[in-house]
């Protein structure tokens, strides 16, 4: 009797031993969900399914580091080695094509050490290529990854070269990439026109949940480029998925953004800026680091959390910038932390942030300065004059979103013409 007993014993150890492996890889299924191995990037399909568009002629490539493929190959490599493409110049958007100059330096005319191709900027000096810049360019191609906010300043390179492409007759290219934040939510004032810059020259929202492809296309119609534009499409991206839920590494698209999550908290975090606070420049995790020397980081965190902000917790951090604002000077703040990024909303919670601050440090805190026409940077940011004013005269966050609700459903409307991926 005691062989039977055994056999079952171990037929349902067997049993167990299949039932865990088989939880395990439900399990890693769940964590890859969204992860489409037949997900590709508008560089590939433009390479494996449409280089017809590309085939044979001098092309002009609008990129930076964030230009790769899934395997990382850089375009500049990719189109320099192909044969059956000439590629003929290279032009940097703000912090160049090779991603090393920090926020608003210039970046010289040069020759690429790799490629031996001639490299203009389309940062400082000139934003817009020059007809001299397009001399023998057939096509004008742009892949740059963006990340999904209102002032970030790559969106109007795209912009500023497609008008300059509708004006010398040569077609412009965009090579879609995922908007990091998701196609879904659309948060935010709608910039005024009174406030344009190059850190909002069109009127959409600060999350304005597009892919730079979608956007290309608004830009081209709504605003009148009237550009001969061709988006090359992703290949199985969802609107609903964050950029660490797609099968990519994420490449820093600038020196001061090397996460998922700083581009996360960005759309809010980077409102900082327009004040005497610290953004958290010159520190490892730039936007999840806000801080000044006049603040106590205790308070801070116990205030901002006492809030209950939907995604989101406050640590009472301290730091030392390197560089820019309190540079060398020990910092008091907060490190702000998401907890859940689908509920977690950047806006509202960075107004709350400029907000508490203001209050808690009347003598202290300061926006910055308005220029000759009165104009600060944080309306800049912003978008507008008026949520400076409401948050010197005391009101609250949740009047401040009410009051551009109006706006940004009729944005909603003309957003749904230019969605790609349904």
Known sequence: MKKPIIGILILVLVLSTFSVVFADKGGNHEKQKGKDKNFKLGVEVLLENEKELIEGKNVGLITNPTG?????????????????????????????????????????????????????????????????????????????????????????????????????????????????????????PVMEEAYKSFVGNYEIPLRHGMTVG?????????????????????????????????????????????????????????????????????????????????????ELAAELNELNLPGVVFRAASFTPSFSKHAGRLSHGVQIHVTHKESFEPIETGLHIVKTIHDMYPDDFAFRAENSQGISFFDNLIGNGWVREAIENGDSVEEIKNQWQDELKEFKKVRKHYLLYK
């Open 68 to 188: 790769v493929d899934k395997d990382l190959n850089s375009i500049v490599d990719l189109l320099h080695n192909d044969p059956d493409v000439n590629l003929t110049a290279l032009y940097g958007p703000e912090h160049g094509v090779r991603g090393s100059a920090q926020a608003g330096e210039y970046v010289e005319y040069y020759i690429d050490e790799q490629t031996g191709v001639p490299v203009y900027s389309l940062y400082g000096k000139t934003r817009k290529p020059t007809p001299e810049m397009l001399e023998d360019i057939d096509v004008l191609l742009f892949d740059i990854q963006d990340v999904g906010t209102r002032f970030y300043t790559y969106i109007y390179t795209m912009a500023y070269a497609m008008e300059a492409a509708q004006e010398n007759d040569i077609p412009f290219i965009v090579l879609d990439r995922p908007n990091p934040l998701g196609g879904e939510k659309v948060e935010g």
């Open 214 to 298: 979608e956007l290309a296309m608004l830009f081209n119609k709504e605003f009148e480029i009237g550009a001969d534009l061709t988006v090359v499409e992703m290949n199985k991206w969802k609107r609903k998925t964050y950029y660490e839920d797609t099968p990519l590494q994420f490449v820093a698209p600038s020196p001061n953004m090397p996460t998922p999550t700083t581009a996360l908290v960005y759309p809010g975090a980077a409102l900082i800026e327009g004040t005497n606070v610290s953004e958290g420049r010159g520190t490892t995790q730039p936007f999840e680091l806000l801080g000044a020397p006049f603040i106590n980081s205790t």
